[in-house]
């Protein structure tokens, strides 16, 4: 764990935004269980897919419509079978599993945080 300063303009760079979860499904092929899943970030950033290894704590019916947290501006990253868009922002418990940070209140689907 780096506890490293950081500008608040290299902050700024991370595009982190809230969005709706709108669908959710087993990912194919997965080594260790995870899920597919599709989040509407707004109109000025879209509709973007990653894989999550949520499974431990979340099924589909629990995901879809409920607000998530994502960094949407790395690289596109191949898991598998599945184009990983973004990155659905979680924490991890001691047991390795993972639970999700999510807006307490609703915002705007592609609020940005910052």
């Known amino acids: 764990m780096s506890n490293e300063t950081i500008t608040w303009e290299e902050f700024q760079q991370v595009a982190i935004h ?18 597919v899943v599709m989040v509407d970030f707004g109109p000025e950033i879209g509709i973007k ?26 690289p596109v990253k191949q898991i598998g079978p599945v184009r990983s868009e973004f990155l659905l922002t979680g924490f991890y418990r001691p047991d390795g599993t993972v639970i999700l940070a999510v807006p307490d209140k609703k915002v705007p689907d592609g609020a940005k945080l910052g």
């Open 18 to 35: 809230a969005g709706t979860v709108v669908e959710v499904k087993a990912s194919p092929k997965a080594r260790k269980p995870a899920y």
């Open 49 to 74: 897919q990653t894989s999550a290894r949520i499974t431990d704590h979340y099924t589909p019916d629990e995901l879809v419509g409920r607000q998530v947290v994502g960094v949407v501006n790395f």
